[in-house]
């Protein structure tokens, strides 16, 4: 996650964790036969039904709103990431957690997260072991830390273990310091807690190595919040990528951020857009589990922004017209919202639903929702009633969800206040 967009994060996560966690739509149950009949013939398959108003575009995927891109904001990258795994004594995954920093930025994984994010002239590319060091003092029982230029106990001791020569120094600007906290140790981050309200985080310090200047360096923190490895990985995998396309959080010196407002709202990093926006989650690279990851490129080209895209599986979602994405309602107001689904294959229809933000956060509903159509393939135009039912606050978030078997990905949409 990023340090930006914590708090938010932590919030919009519900959303996605309640989306996420929804089925599929049961059958509808069939109707009991009225009469005792013989023992059916095969039936005779019935044509598909005609849809004059609602044809299947052949072309994939249909026009649409563009998917956004992270902007490049200037900032330096890692262009060739170079992991120095840190641990404490005793930790029984110490072994597995070198293996993984030595090797996981040299796989096909890396590179297609990594595609396409260049900044100053280089690009982010393969990386590398940075060494390991298995240090030798316990962990404290809680630390502190600041994006924000707050006390922060974490990057004291990240900087008397680079000045006394206990981590190696900063290897230009390609170090990624990654600290794994035994359970038990809990960190606070400008007042959010490990493992309730982040599970981990990436941060950036400035140490002086011994008889070096001082270096600007890039570290990401992973708290142990439990016993599933799989777990650790995916958050590691996750601060790496974001390490690397946006290395020096907290000193202005940003890189790849969204700045779109609506789809920052499931997170500013590149990994954060694929935990919260319902499009992403794991994937499978050799004997690791890894987070999938925001790509421009695959965005760019329609295709599932979250990468690895899973073997075989198209992408579809809705888009709204342009002018929709936000739009200002007064009390007791409608519009009609135009809304386009698209698919980048082949795929049949998939069922489509609009969901306040809100009501997942455990507040009131602001809004109300109309569709003119529940199913929808490659080409639908649909027509969405948005009712503001009670003054909006200052905006009230909603998604579009697209879902299709196990499959779920969302358009973010928000509603602010007529004055
Ligand atoms: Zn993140």
Redesign the pocket.
């Known amino acids: ?2 340090l930006r967009t914590a708090a938010l994060t932590s919030v919009v996560t519900l959303l996605a964790f309640a989306c996420g966690g929804s089925t599929d739509p049961a059958p509808a149950p069939t109707p009991a036969p009225t009469t005792t009949s013989p023992a059916p013939t095969a039936p005779t398959p019935e044509p598909p039904p005609a849809k004059p108003d609602d044809p299947v575009d052949p072309n994939y995927p249909s026009p649409h709103t563009p998917l956004p891109t992270l902007d490049y904001n200037g900032g330096p990258i890692l262009e060739s990431a170079s992991i120095v795994t840190v641990t404490f004594p005793g930790d029984d995954k110490r072994v597995e957690l070198e293996e993984f920093g030595d090797t996981i930025t040299q796989t096909p994984w890396w590179d297609a997260v990594s595609e396409g994010y260049c900044g100053q002239g280089k690009c982010v590319g393969r990386g590398k072991s940075g060494g390991h060091v298995a240090l030798a003092e316990a962990a404290a029982k809680s630390y502190t830390d600041s994006s924000q230029g707050s006390a922060s106990s974490i990057q004291d001791f990240i900087r008397r273990l680079v000045a006394d020569g206990t981590l190696p120094a900063p290897d230009g600007k390609n170090t990624l310091y990654a600290f794994y906290f035994p359970v038990g140790t809990s960190i606070d981050l400008d007042g959010s807690a490990s493992c309730r309200e982040f599970g981990a985080y990436h941060n950036s310090t400035d140490v002086t190595p011994p008889g070096g200047t001082l270096t600007r360096v890039a570290y990401a923190i992973m708290p142990r919040c439990g016993t599933n490895f799989n777990q650790l990985t995916i958050s590691a995998s ?2 790496f990528t ?1 390490a690397a396309t946006d290395p020096y959080v907290g000193h202005n010196d940003i890189a790849y951020y969204m700045r779109n407002q609506l789809w920052s709202m499931f ?1 500013g ?1 590149n ?2 857009l694929c935990v919260n926006s319902g499009f992403g989650g794991a994937h499978k690279e050799g004997k690791w589990v890894v987070q999938r990851s925001w790509s421009n490129k695959s965005a760019q080209a329609s295709h599932d922004p979250c990468v690895p895209i899973p073997d075989g599986q198209a992408y579809f979602n809705v888009a709204p017209d342009k002018n929709f994405e936000q739009i200002k309602l007064a009390q007791g107001e409608s519009m009609d919202i135009t809304l386009k689904a698209f698919s980048d294959a082949p795929i049949g229809d998939w069922t489509i639903d609009a969901v306040e933000g809100n009501t997942f956060m455990g507040g009131s509903s602001y809004l109300s929702f109309k569709l003119d159509k529940e199913t929808v393939h490659n080409g639908s135009k649909v027509t969405l009633t948005v009712t503001a039912d009670k003054k909006i606050p200052q905006y009230a978030l909603y998604v579009i969800t697209s879902q299709k078997g196990s499959t779920r990905h969302s358009w973010p949409l928000v509603v602010t206040p007529k004055k």
Do not use: T
Request: cysteine-free; charged content about 45%.
């Open positions: 996650m990023s996750h601060e974001e997170g990093e990994a954060d």
